[in-house]
């Protein structure tokens, strides 16, 4: 058994339990702070310590295997600052973001926020490409990021980085990305009605029809 | 890094592995698939399912678990609820933050209607932002939306609604581009043009996907867009009971504040049901794939209204769900890991399926390699699997690809000390996705007036068995469809006064047919884990191998 602490109370858990099973097993019943269970939602960020070590480690509460003496206790998410804009109105430059997010000026570099990132993500480094006005850096870099909110929380400027990123990947996917030629083509297809004899046929197939076309499909390799 | 005696395996499948690289097992016949199913599928094992005893859908069978709730009592008392003076008056309002319910409150919005969309925890809290693989639609030369369509029809057993499936495979690119244009990052070529991959049960390599964070993607561009159009959104507030007119149409909703029992009383002139799957009842004791919110809620609200179910007697199973390590017992390990080139490899290093053939073929496989030929991996918890053989990705598509196109997994098996670049996976199949639902036509629609359905909650589409990279398709595709069509319904609905009544007639059913004191009370809202067994433990498990805190007192 592992020996935990939540809220300063002690427990004893079986081993191998997550953060977030370590509590349900002590008997919480968590409304707030769960979502995916999976690692993928952001939902159960959680900041805990060890008995003998008041270092503050952050991480997602469903991912972190509990260790011996851990100190726990869940910060529910909360509401940041998130400006309001219309994707179509506004241009994929640099200056929008600082436009949009002007107090990211005020990033002295504690490297906080990469410190405190469940997913590794190099926060820091990114919100330095977001000063640059560098749109696409800050999608690749930011790409993985569940927006746990743990690096807004966290940061002595009150800046937002998680809102910041979203920002710049919409801004990538509406405007930088390169187009798809083939996606429009199969579009301008289906609108015209070019595509609609051959599903037809097979709406109107019987099952025995749509048995043997689908035996006989051919199948073109994986890679 | 496995325990040493599972080690012994792992050395077996590296031995064949090369020559593995050169071997391609033939997909199965149609008529060799039908005697696996029936004999190794969970949906086929006796005593699973019964028929229902009341209600739209008297005498059509589904799952145990889902029939307790289906049958269930009400949260809600009618007579100590005041329905006359509602909280909030609203054209349209969207039950559900996933992908569903966020597409359909948006396109509600660009028609003109006032919407408020509720959901049970944060918006977007669901199984949407868990999606990894990717996104169907045929828009390359080499595909065709009637390729798209067979592909569909055959993964279903040919049971799919053709009208449904038509309306899938046609809107599909213009999804594609609709979250492009809302600045989803799709994978692309230098060129512009999409990276796709296969799929199983897909002819074609038809699936759009964003490194392995797809849903994820997805999810938080329409969370951000709902937010900058200013659509109004409540959240822990999930549905108890839909709100009828005196005409028997849907007209709005009650919702529960699940932290302060506070109730608020919706009246809608159109409302969309968008709650999802039904993971969380852990059907047959399987593990889940899915968010913590998936207990079937919106079934369970638009039966007791009135509105026709269909295909609720088949779940899909995920073949691969993790069974090693017991931190993530039952998570998803993608099917972009067998897309990749990853093949399924039993205990001596053999393959015994083609790894992509359709999800519920290739689960029942593996359950039959384990339980009948017993060549699966034993490991601590009492979960058996078998490999899933990653590390052949790297060598068939160069270095570099396990890290580049699966991010998601290199990190959650990284963790704990797994490198999946270098060792296989151990996976069994997991409860993942409810094929049948809500009944619904082309436009959403249910069966009953003013009532809406998308994505997972609906049924038809599918028919008994849905195809990867179909479903995050079916929530947009449809989500769209129910919202433009709930936003045109609520222009014209001449909704009456607002009442309980099919609560009263449904307890009062309850109540002479004697199942009011046999049934628990329904929506669940939330599965109940704590001091419980954790969700991940399978009540398969062996039990002599189970650690004693496993056991129930
Ligand atoms: C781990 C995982 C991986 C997957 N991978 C893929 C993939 O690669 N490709 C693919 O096509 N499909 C995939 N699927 C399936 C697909 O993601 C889902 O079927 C789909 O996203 C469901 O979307 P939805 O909007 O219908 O439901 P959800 O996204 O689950 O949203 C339902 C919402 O309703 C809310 N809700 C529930 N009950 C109530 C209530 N009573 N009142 C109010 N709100 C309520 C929930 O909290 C949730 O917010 C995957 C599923 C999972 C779980
Ligand atoms: S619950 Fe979703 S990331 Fe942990």
Redesign the pocket.
């Known amino acids: 058994m592992v020996d935990i602490y939540v809220m300063g109370k002690h427990y004893a858990v079986p081993e191998g339990l997550t953060i977030l099973t370590a509590l349900e097993y002590c008997g919480y019943r968590i409304i707030r702070g769960c ?2 269970r ?1 690692g ?1 939602c952001g939902a159960c960020a959680t900041i805990y310590n060890f008995k003998n070590d008041p270092v503050l480690r952050y991480d997602l509460a469903c991912q972190k295997t509990v260790e011996q003496d851990m100190y726990l206790t869940q910060i529910p998410f909360f509401p940041a600052v998130k400006a309001q804009y219309d994707l179509e109105q506004i241009k994929a430059a640099g200056e929008q973001i600082l436009a949009l997010y002007p107090d990211i000026v005020k990033c002295f570099g504690c490297n906080t926020c990469t410190k405190t990132c469940p997913q590794e993500l190099e926060v820091m480094w990114y919100m330095s490409d977001a000063l640059r006005g560098d749109i696409r850096e800050v999608a690749l870099k930011s790409f993985d990021c569940v927006m746990c909110g743990l690096c807004a929380a966290r940061c002595p400027q009150g800046l937002v980085p998680y809102n910041v990123a979203i920002l710049c990947r919409r801004l990538y996917g509406r405007y930088l990305a390169p187009v798809s030629d083939h996606l429009e083509q199969r579009i301008a297809d289906i609108e015209s009605g070019k595509c609609n004899s051959d599903v037809e046929k097979l709406k109107k197939a019987d099952e025995n029809e749509l048995r043997r076309l689908y035996s006989e499909r051919d199948i073109e390799p994986a890679y | 890094m496995y325990p040493h005696y599972i080690e012994e395996s792992v050395r077996k499948v590296e031995a064949t592995r090369e020559a593995r690289l050169k071997e391609t097992l033939p997909r199965l016949s149609v008529d060799a698939k039908t005697p696996l199913l029936q004999k190794f599928h969970p949906d086929y094992v006796a005593g699973t399912m019964r028929p229902l005893a009341i209600g739209p859908n008297k005498g059509d069978s589904t799952p145990n678990e889902i029939a307790d709730l289906l049958e269930a009592n009400s949260r809600i008392d009618p007579d100590k609820i005041d329905l006359s003076k509602p909280d909030y008056d609203v054209d349209v309002l969207v ?9 359909a409150a948006l396109l509600a919005h660009e028609n003109g209607a006032n919407v408020l969309l ?19 639609a045929a828009d390359r030369p080499q595909d065709s939306p009637a390729t798209h369509y067979l592909d569909t029809v055959g993964g279903g057993h040919f049971h799919n609604i053709p009208e449904l499936v038509e309306a899938l495979v046609k809107d599909a690119p213009s999804v594609i581009k609709w979250l492009e244009s809302l600045g989803v990052n799709w994978d692309k070529n230098p060129d512009g043009s999409m990276h796709e991959l296969s799929g199983g049960g897909a002819s074609r390599l038809r ?1 759009h ?1 964003a490194r392995d964070y ?2 994820l993607e997805e ?1 938080r561009v329409l969370r951000d867009e709902l937010r900058n159009r200013g659509i109004g959104y409540v959240e822990f ?4 009971e839909l709100l009828t007119d005196d005409k028997g149409q849907v007209a709005g909703a009650v ?1 529960a504040n699940m932290e302060t029992n506070e109730l608020t009383i919706v009246r809608a002139r159109a409302v969309v049901m ?4 039904m ?1 969380r009842l852990h059907i047959q004791g399987f593990p ?8 079937a ?2 079934l369970v ?1 638009a039966y007791r209204a009135g509105a026709k179910l269909i295909f609720m007697d088949t779940m899909q199973y ?1 073949p691969t769900g993790a069974a090693y390590p017991m931190q993530i017992l039952g ?2 390990v ?3 890991v067998r897309t990749l080139g990853a093949q399924l490899v039993n205990a001596d290093g053999a393959q015994f399926v083609m790894p992509l053939e359709p999800r519920d073929v290739v689960a029942a496989a593996i359950i039959r390699e384990c339980r009948e030929r017993g060549k699966g991996i034993d490991t601590p918890t009492g979960q058996v699997g078998v490999w899933l053989d990653s590390p052949m990705i790297d060598l068939i598509r160069g270095s570099g690809t396990v890290a580049r196109e699966l991010p998601a997994m290199v990190r959650q098996f990284g963790r704990y000390g797994i490198d999946i670049a270098k060792e296989p996976m151990l996976i069994y199949p997991t409860l ?3 094929n049948g639902g809500i009944k619904i036509n082309a436009d959403g629609a249910t069966t009953m007036l003013g009532l809406f359905a ?5 049924g038809g589409v599918h028919g008994r068995n ?10 947009f595709v449809f ?1 769209r469809r129910a919202g433009m069509a709930a936003a045109q319904w609520s222009k014209q609905a001449n909704p009456g006064a607002l009442t309980l009544n099919h609560v009263r007639q449904w307890q009062k059913n309850l109540n002479e047919s004697g199942l009011a004191q046999k049934r628990p009370i329904s ?1 669940l ?1 939330l599965p109940d884990y704590a001091k419980a067994i954790p969700d991940y433990m399978p009540s398969y498990a062996k039990e002599s191998l189970k650690p004693s805190w496993m056991k129930l007192a």
Do not use: W
């Open positions: 979502g995916c999976a993928f | 039950i559900g933050g996933g992908g569903a319910g966020a597409s509720a959901t049970k925890l944060r918006l977007g809290d669901c199984n949407t932002v868990g999606a990894q693989a990717g996104t169907q699936l996907s797809t849903g999810m507030s999930p549905t108890v919702l968008a709650t999802g799957g993971g889940t794939t899915n968010h913590y919110g998936a207990t809620d919106g609200l995920h998570q998803l993608t099917e972009k993942h996705y409810q998308a994505g997972e909650c609906e849905r195809l990867i990279g179909n479903s995050t398709l079916d929530i989500g929506p809202l």
